[in-house]
C-alpha cells in the first residue's frame, strides 16, 4: 500500500519524472557500448548466418589457405600426372580460383586456366618477385610447396579475386551498426525529452488560454478541466478555485448590491411617503381662507418640501455609490443627446421659474462612456441646482466647446452655467453639497473631469474627457483665469 | 361620465387623500391598496396611477402585468425619472413618471396629458388651436376655414408624434428616429425641411407659428 503510494505519488511529480529521464540517459552512456555489441552480435546472428550462398567455400580466406596446404602436403611423392587429375579435380569443386603449379625443375607445368602474366620458367628472382606482389594484395594468393617444404617437388599456386573473400569482411559494416546503434539511442532520448517538454508546454498554454479568455458575462475567466495530479495539475486545480472564488465573490456582491438597492430604494419610498402626505395636506390648507403670512409659509413650506425630496435622493444616492455596491454600466454613448433629452424634459420646469435657457450644443456627437441612468442624475443634479440656487440670474447656458487637454489635444467640453449668485452666496451653500458631491463622485466612476467656477456673476461648470495623458484630480488646467475656481470635492 | 382612473397606492393617508382631490376634479377613480387585482379592475378605466412600491407585488411587476394585458392604457408611475432603482432600465411600460412629493396640481396636469394622449389613440377630435384632429379617421381641419388640411404620411406621422407627447420637448433624434425608424445622423435636414412644409400647412402665419412651436437647441413642441 506504502509503496503503492509512494510510486503514486513519484508519478504524479513532473520533478521526478524528469529525473527519471535524466538518470535513465546517464545510466545507458556506458551500458550503450555493451548494448551495441549485444546489438550488433544480434544483427550478425539473425541477418549475416544467411543461408550458405553458391561461393560461400570462399568465405574465409584462411580456411582458403588451409585448405591448398593441406592438398599440397597430401600431394607429397605423386607423379605429375596425379598432381594434374588432383588439381582439375579441385579447379572444378572451385572454379574461381585460379591454379598453377611448378615443378621442382621451376617449370611451369600446369596453369588453371592459362594466364598471360605467368612465365613458363620460373626463376628465384622471379619466384620471389611474385611473392612480394601477391602479399596483401588482389587477389588472394597461396603458395605451397607440394609435399614437405624440403622435399623439392615444386609448389602450387592458387589465386583468387579478393572480391569473393572479402565481401563478408565484417569490419567496416560493424562501425556503421554501432553508430547506428548509438545514434537511434541519442535520438530517441531526444524525441523522449522534447515529447515530455512539449507536453508541458502544451498544458501550461492551454492553462493560460483559459485565463486570458473570461466569460464575456461575467469577465471572470473559464475554469479549465484537470489533466494530471502533477505539479501543472495542481495549478489547474489552484486556478480553478480562484475562479470559483471569484463567482462566489462576484455573486456575494451582487447579492449585497441588490439587497443594499432594495433597502435604500424602500428607505426612500419610506421618507418620501410621510412628504407626500404633509404636501398634499399644505394643499388642503392654501385652500383655506389664510391670512398673506399664513400663505407665505405655506409656500415655504412646500418649497422646503421638495427640496427635502431632491435632498433625500441625493443622500441615498449618494450612500448607495461611495458603498462601493453599485457597479456603473459604462457604454459608449452620445452623451449630448442625453443632454438634450435631459435639457428638454427640464424645459417646462425653467420655463416656469423663468430661467431662459441658452442650449448651443455641437451637431457632431460627444462619445463619452457613461452609464445612461446614473448620467441623467448627474445632469438632473446640475439643472436642478440652477433652478433651486440660481433661479434669480434667469438663465441657464448648456453648450459644448473645444478644450485642450494634456498633450495639446482638442476634446469636446460640456458646459452648464448660471448667472446665479454662485457657490460664495448663503443660497448655495445650502444643499448644493450633496448634490455636486454626487455628480463629482459619478463624473470619477465615468473616467470624466468636472470643473467648477464660481464667483458673483454665476457658476460655470465644466465637464469633459481627459486625454489619453489623463488629467489628475487638483492639477490646475487654466492657471490664468480669473474667477475662484475650486475642485467639487472639496466642498 | 369622466374618465376614470386606477390608483394603485398601499399608503392610506395619500390614497384617501389623492383620490378624493381627483374625484374633486371630476374623474372617476378606483382605488386599490394592492396590485392584486389591478388587472382586472383595468379594464374599465383609462388612466393608471402607480406607485412603485406595494405589499405583495411590487409597482414594476404590477405594470408590467397591466401594460401586458391593456398595450394602450397610460400608466403613471409614482417613482424618480432617475431613480436609484435600476429596474427603472427595465420600465417601458411606464408612459410618463412622478417624484414623491408631488404637488397635486402637478398630478392632475400629468394625468390630464395621459388622457389626452389616449385620447388622441381613439376617435375623440383633439383641438388644438385653430385646428381639430380626428386620429382614427386620419383627417385635420382647419376650424378658421372649415377645410381638411392634406398632409403627407411622414407629415402626419410627425405632427401626430408631437400631439401624442403634447406639452413636452422631443429632441430632433426622437422625432426623426420615431417617424422614421432608423437612426438619426447629425446635421441631418430631412426633419428640418418636414417642419417647414407641415408649418406652411397647418400655421396660421408659418413665419411666427403657434402650434408647431422650436425650442433653440433641442427640438420641437407642441404646446399643451
Keep these: 500500500m506504502k509503496g503503492w503510494r509512494a510510486k503514486g505519488r513519484f508519478r504524479k511529480s513532473l520533478t521526478n519524472r524528469y529525473l527519471l529521464l535524466i538518470s535513465v540517459a546517464m545510466i545507458f552512456m556506458p551500458i550503450l557500448f555493451p548494448l551495441a555489441s549485444v546489438f550488433y552480435w544480434f544483427v550478425a546472428n539473425t541477418f549475416m548466418d544467411v543461408p550458405p550462398l553458391p561461393d560461400k567455400k570462399y568465405e574465409n580466406g584462411t580456411v582458403l589457405e588451409k585448405m591448398w596446404h593441406k592438398e599440397a602436403t597430401q600431394l607429397e611423392g605423386a607423379s605429375p600426372e596425379e598432381i594434374e587429375q588432383r588439381l582439375k579435380s579441385l579447379r572444378q569443386a572451385y572454379p574461381e580460383v585460379q591454379m598453377l603449379w611448378v615443378d621442382s625443375d621451376s617449370r611451369k607445368r600446369i596453369e588453371l586456366p592459362v594466364q598471360e602474366d605467368m612465365p613458363a620458367l620460373w626463376s628465384a628472382q622471379h619466384t620471389v618477385q611474385f611473392m612480394k606482389n601477391s602479399v596483401g594484395a588482389d587477389p588472394f594468393t597461396v603458395v605451397a610447396f607440394i609435399g614437405d617444404e624440403g622435399a623439392d617437388e615444386g609448389f602450387m599456386v592458387m589465386r583468387i579475386p579478393r572480391k569473393y573473400i572479402s565481401v563478408q569482411d565484417p569490419i567496416a559494416s560493424e562501425t556503421t551498426l554501432y553508430g547506428l546503434f548509438m545514434a537511434t539511442m541519442s535520438g530517441l532520448f531526444i524525441l523522449v525529452s522534447w515529447l515530455f517538454f512539449v507536453r508541458i508546454r502544451k498544458r501550461l498554454l492551454r492553462l493560460r488560454n483559459a485565463m486570458t479568455s473570461p466569460n464575456e458575462a461575467t469577465g471572470i475567466p473559464q475554469p479549465v478541466t484537470l489533466t494530471k495530479l502533477d505539479e501543472i495539475g495542481q495549478l489547474e486545480e489552484g486556478y480553478n478555485d480562484m475562479v470559483s472564488q471569484l463567482e462566489e465573490g462576484q455573486r456575494r456582491q451582487r447579492e449585497e448590491e441588490e439587497l443594499r438597492k432594495s433597502l435604500i430604494a424602500s428607505l426612500s419610498h419610506d421618507l418620501r411617503t410621510p412628504l407626500t402626505v404633509i404636501r398634499s395636506h399644505i394643499f388642503s390648507l392654501e385652500r383655506e381662507p389664510l391670512s398673506g403670512r399664513g400663505k407665505e409659509s405655506l409656500s415655504l413650506i412646500e418649497a422646503k418640501i421638495g427640496d427635502l425630496g431632491g435632498l433625500i435622493d441625493n443622500l441615498l444616492s449618494y450612500n448607495l455609490l461611495t458603498s462601493g455596491k453599485v457597479q456603473l454600466n459604462l457604454d459608449a454613448k452620445d452623451v449630448l443627446r442625453l443632454v438634450k433629452e435631459s435639457a428638454a424634459a427640464w424645459y417646462p420646469v425653467w420655463e416656469k421659474a423663468g430661467i431662459e435657457p441658452d442650449i448651443a450644443l455641437r451637431e457632431e456627437p460627444l462619445i463619452w462612456n457613461v452609464d445612461v441612468l446614473w448620467f441623467r442624475r448627474l445632469l438632473d443634479n446640475l439643472f436642478q441646482n440652477v433652478v433651486r440656487h440660481a433661479q434669480s440670474g434667469k438663465y441657464i447656458g448648456i453648450y459644448t466647446e473645444e478644450r485642450q487637454v494634456e498633450g495639446g489635444e482638442e476634446t469636446g467640453a460640456l458646459i452648464i452655467s448660471d448667472r446665479g449668485p454662485g457657490f460664495g452666496s448663503e443660497s448655495h451653500n445650502k444643499g448644493a453639497g450633496i448634490g455636486l458631491a454626487v455628480v463629482d463622485f459619478l463624473a470619477k466612476e465615468m473616467g470624466l473631469k468636472c470643473e467648477v467656477e464660481s464667483s458673483g456673476e454665476g457658476t460655470r461648470i465644466t465637464i469633459w474627457k481627459p486625454g489619453s495623458g489623463g488629467v489628475y484630480p487638483g492639477q490646475e488646467l487654466n492657471p490664468g483665469g480669473k474667477q475662484v475656481r475650486f475642485e467639487v470635492d472639496d466642498m | ?224
Design chain 2, 1 to 224: 361620465m369622466s374618465a376614470s382612473i386606477l390608483y394603485i397606492e398601499d399608503d392610506r393617508d395619500i390614497g384617501g387623500w389623492v383620490s378624493d382631490f381627483l374625484k374633486e376634479k371630476g374623474y372617476g377613480v378606483k382605488w386599490l391598496q394592492s396590485g392584486e387585482k389591478a388587472v382586472e379592475e383595468a379594464a374599465q378605466c383609462a388612466v393608471v396611477v402607480l406607485d412603485v412600491m406595494l405589499p405583495g407585488l411590487d409597482g414594476f411587476t404590477v405594470g408590467q402585468r397591466l401594460k401586458k394585458a391593456y398595450p394602450g392604457l397610460p400608466i403613471l408611475m409614482l417613482s424618480a425619472r432617475t431613480s436609484i432603482d435600476d429596474k427603472l432600465q427595465g420600465l417601458e411600460f411606464a408612459d410618463d413618471y412622478l417624484t414623491k412629493p408631488f404637488h397635486p396640481d402637478e398630478l392632475a396636469a400629468r394625468v390630464e396629458v395621459l388622457l389626452r394622449r389616449s385620447a388622441v389613440q381613439s376617435a375623440e377630435p383633439v383641438r388644438v388651436k385653430h385646428l381639430t384632429v380626428y386620429e382614427g379617421e386620419n383627417r385635420i381641419v382647419n376650424e378658421d376655414t372649415g377645410e381638411e388640411i392634406l398632409l403627407t404620411g411622414k407629415q402626419y406621422q410627425i405632427f401626430m408624434y408631437l400631439l401624442q407627447h403634447q406639452g413636452r420637448v422631443m429632441t430632433k433624434e426622437q422625432i426623426y428616429e420615431s417617424v422614421w425608424g432608423e437612426s438619426y445622423i447629425e446635421g441631418d435636414k430631412t426633419l428640418m425641411v418636414h417642419i417647414r412644409y407641415l408649418r406652411e400647412k397647418l400655421e396660421r402665419d408659418p413665419a411666427s407659428p403657434e402650434i408647431i412651436e422650436t425650442v433653440r437647441g433641442l427640438g420641437y413642441r407642441v404646446k399643451a
